[in-house]
C-alpha cells in the first residue's frame, strides 16, 4: 500500500525529455521561454506570446466586478457557516467532520480536474460569455503559465468562490432561519460541503503556487513537498503540451489514478463520437496566434 501511494505521488507520465521540449521552463526566469533563437522572436510561451497578450487584453472591468462579488459574498457566507458549524458541533460529531474532511478534498480535487479538463478541452474564447470571462483565462494559462503569478486575490480566485457561492449561500440561510433539530439533522451535510466549498475555493491559490518559484511561505512549501497540496513538478506534467492529462489541481491526489484508467481520454473518445467536436481545437488554435 505504501508503495502504490509513494508510486502514485511521484511518477511522472511525461518523460524529463518531453518535459524539457514541451512545457514552459517556469523555474528558470532568466531562461524563460525560449529554446532557440527563433523562439526569441516568435515565443512558444509566456507573456511575449501574441495570443497571450491579446488574451490578457480581454479581461474586462465587469468579469473583475463579478469577481469581487463573487469573492466578498463567499466569504461571508462562508464565515456564517464556519461559525455556525462550530455553535452547533457536539463531540460525537468529530468522526462526521473527520470523514467530511476527506471526501470534500478529494471530491474537490475531482471537481477542479473536471472543471479544469472541461474548460481546456471544450469550448472556445468566442462564445457568448461563457467564452470571454470563462473560458479565456484557461486559454491564456496554457500559453503563458506564469501569468496566474502576477494576478492578485480576486483575479485568481474570483471563479472559484462563484462556484461555492450557490450551496454558501443556502447553507448560511439554513443555518439563520431552520429550527435547532433541522439544523442538527443536515450537520453533515453542511460539514462536508462547507468543507469541499473551502478546498474549491482555495483550488487556484494552490494552484498559483504549483507556479511559484521563489518567495513562497515555508508552510506553503512544505506542504507541496508533502504533497498534500498541488507540488510544483507534478503540476508542471499538465503543463506538456498539448496539455491532454493531470487536469486535478487541489491536491492532484486523483492524477496518476486517472491517467492509468485513462479517464479524461474515455471521454473525449464519447463525447467527440456524439458531438464531432475535436478535443482541444481552440486551445490549440491560441497556441499557433505566435506572431
Ligand atoms: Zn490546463
Ligand atoms: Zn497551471
Redesign the pocket.
Known sequence: MAELLETMMNVSVKTPEEIVKYSMPEDDVNGNSAHSAVETVRPRWGPNHRGAQELAQLYSKGKRVQEMLSVVLCIACMSVNIVYLFIHFESRRWVQVAISAVCGVLTADFMSGLV?WGA?TWGSVDLPVVGKHFIRP?RE??IDPTSITRHDFVETNGDSFMLCLPASAWIAYTFLTAEYARVQALYPWFAFLTLLGVFVAMTNQIHKWSHTYSKLPSVVETLQRWHVILPRRHHRI??VAP?ETY?CITTGWLNYPLERIGFWGKLETVIEHYTGMKPRDDDFKWAQKRD
Do not use: E, R, V
Open positions: 479544469h481546456d484557461f494559462h496554457h499538465h503543463h496539455h487536469f
